[in-house]
C-alpha cells in the first residue's frame, strides 16, 4: 500500500506513531525500507486486544520478523491494559501502557448545542456480526453507524433489519454507495443521540466509546476485553450483560441519567489529559536515552494530530523525512 498511518513526534532519530504492525499501511509495511540504516524507533498502536493468547503471539511473530529485517529499528507497544502490557513483556516486547483513547481528538468531537436527539441510542461500529448489534433488538429507536458497506455485508444488513425493528441505518441514508461518514457527520448523528452503545465482547479500545463522551453522551458497554472501559465513570456509563432486554433496560436508566453533557465532556477530557501527560514523560524518557534532553510538551500542539493516526501518501511524506 501506498499510504503510511500515524504521525511523526521526533525528527532525529525518527519516532514514529505507527498503525499496528500487521497493517498494510504501517511503518514497518510502508517507509521502513527507505530507513534501513537510519535509527529509528517506532510505537505501535495495538488494534485488537493482546490480552488474546494468539494475538499476542502474532505480534511477536511480527515484531520479531521486522527486526531481523530492520536491527537499526526499535518497536515499542503501546497498550490500552494492563493486561496487554503483562501479556506482551512477558512475551519479551517493549511497551507502555496508555489507552489510545487518550488521543481523540476533543476538538473534533465536541457537543452541538440545542440539536434534536432523534434517537435513543446510537451505535458506531463496524457492520459486522461480532459487534453484536442485534442486542439492540429491544431498543426503541437506535442509529448504526458503520464503515463503508459492500456485499458481503448485504446477509447481515438483511438479518438486522429484521432483528432490529428500531434501527436507522445511517450510511444507507445518507451516502449514496453507503460509504464511511466523515468526522463531521459522525459527530452530528452522534449529538443527534442520548445514549452511546458499545456492544461487542473482544475488540481494542474502540475510539467511539470516547467519541460519545466528548460528544456528551452517557455510554452503555456489556462486559468486554479490550480496553474501552478506559476513561469511563460510573456517574454516567454503566454495565450491563450482553442480552436485548438487558440492553434496553440500560438504555432507559441512562435516558434518566441526570449528569449533564457539558459534565460528561469535562471528566472525559480532563481523563485524557492525564494520560497524555504520562504519555508525554515516556516520549522524553525515550529522548533522553538517545542522549536528547526536551520536553515533548513544548511542541505538543505541533506534532499532535487526532488519534495520531493520520493517513500519509508515501511519496509526500517521505522526502520530509529524508531531509529531516
Known sequence: MNVFRGSVLWSEPLVIFSAQIEAETSFPRTLAPFFKDRRVIVLFLIAWTAEIEHTADNLVKDAQFFKNLYPNHDYWFICNTPG???????????????????????????IIPNVQKRFDAVYNAQLQSWKRHALCAKLDSVAFIYHGFDEGQEDYLAELRQSVPGAYFVNHSIRPKYDSLNKDEVVAVVNAARVGLCLS????????????????????TTPNMGGRDAFMDDRFTIQVDDNPEQVASGVKQLLENQTSPTDIRAITVAKQKVTIEKFQTFLNSILQQEGIRFNISDIWDRIYIDKLLGWHPIDSILPTLIQS
Open 84 to 110: 496487554e502490557v503483562a501479556n506482551l513483556s512477558a512475551r519479551g516486547l517493549k511497551t507502555f501502557f496508555a489507552n489510545q483513547n487518550a488521543f481523540i481528538d476533543p476538538n473534533i468531537y465536541q
Open 201 to 220: 465482547k473482544y475488540e481494542g479500545a474502540m475510539h467511539a466509546s470516547v467519541e460519545y463522551m466528548l460528544c456528551g453522551l452517557p455510554v452503555l
